[in-house]
């Protein structure tokens, strides 16, 4: 016997909220274990690209949190965790991009197209603004 679509729906959702609470769970666990530290906040964020992401807050300095979080998607790959810190930001801009570059590809992650650019009008626009 199927289940009214209304009561499908009910189902898949209590399903999905108990699935992201388990692996909030196990995160939280697993940062607990890496760092010995109470984090500060865990929570679940619904990204439109990338679905659940776990966002965990550590009182830690911004070096700390990214070796943190490196370590962590290497223990959860093809689970998003990003590691926030309160303490301050130790790093440049430049090493901040190249961790998160190197957390992405340690948990599984690729950047997404966020769409493509017209080529032909960039060309003409740029050969408007600079006449021979």
Same mark, same amino acid.
């Given at each position: 016997?199927?289940?009214?679509?209304?009561? %499908?729906?009910?189902?898949?959702?209590?399903?999905?909220?108990?699935?992201?609470? %388990?692996?909030?769970?196990?995160?939280?666990?697993?940062?607990?274990?890496?760092?010995?530290?109470?984090?500060?906040?865990?929570?679940? !964020? !619904? +990204?439109?690209?990338?679905?659940?992401?776990?966002?965990?807050? %550590?009182?830690?300095?911004?070096? !700390?949190?990214?070796?943190?979080?490196?370590? %962590?998607?290497?223990?959860?790959?093809?689970?998003?965790?990003?590691? !926030?810190?309160?303490?301050?930001? +130790?790093?440049?801009? +430049?090493?901040?991009?190249?961790?998160?570059?190197?957390?992405?590809?340690?948990?599984?992650?690729?950047?997404?197209?966020?769409?493509?650019?017209?080529?032909?009008?960039?060309?003409?626009?740029?050969? +408007?603004?600079?006449?021979?």
């Amino acid at each position: 016997m199927a289940l009214p679509m209304s009561q %499908l729906h009910a189902v898949v959702s209590t399903a999905l909220n108990v699935a992201a609470t %388990l692996t909030a769970e196990i995160v939280l666990q697993a940062a607990r274990a890496l760092t010995g530290l109470a984090p500060r906040q865990v929570r679940v !964020e !619904e +990204d439109p690209d990338w679905g659940p992401t776990y966002v965990i807050t %550590l009182d830690v300095k911004a070096s !700390e949190a990214l070796r943190i979080n490196l370590e %962590l998607q290497k223990t959860l790959p093809g689970v998003p965790v990003v590691v !926030e810190w309160t303490g301050p930001t +130790d790093i440049s801009n +430049d090493e901040l991009l190249e961790r998160q570059v190197e957390i992405a590809h340690a948990g599984g992650f690729r950047a997404r197209e966020t769409g493509g650019i017209d080529v032909v009008k960039e060309v003409t626009q740029q050969r +408007d603004r600079w006449p021979i």
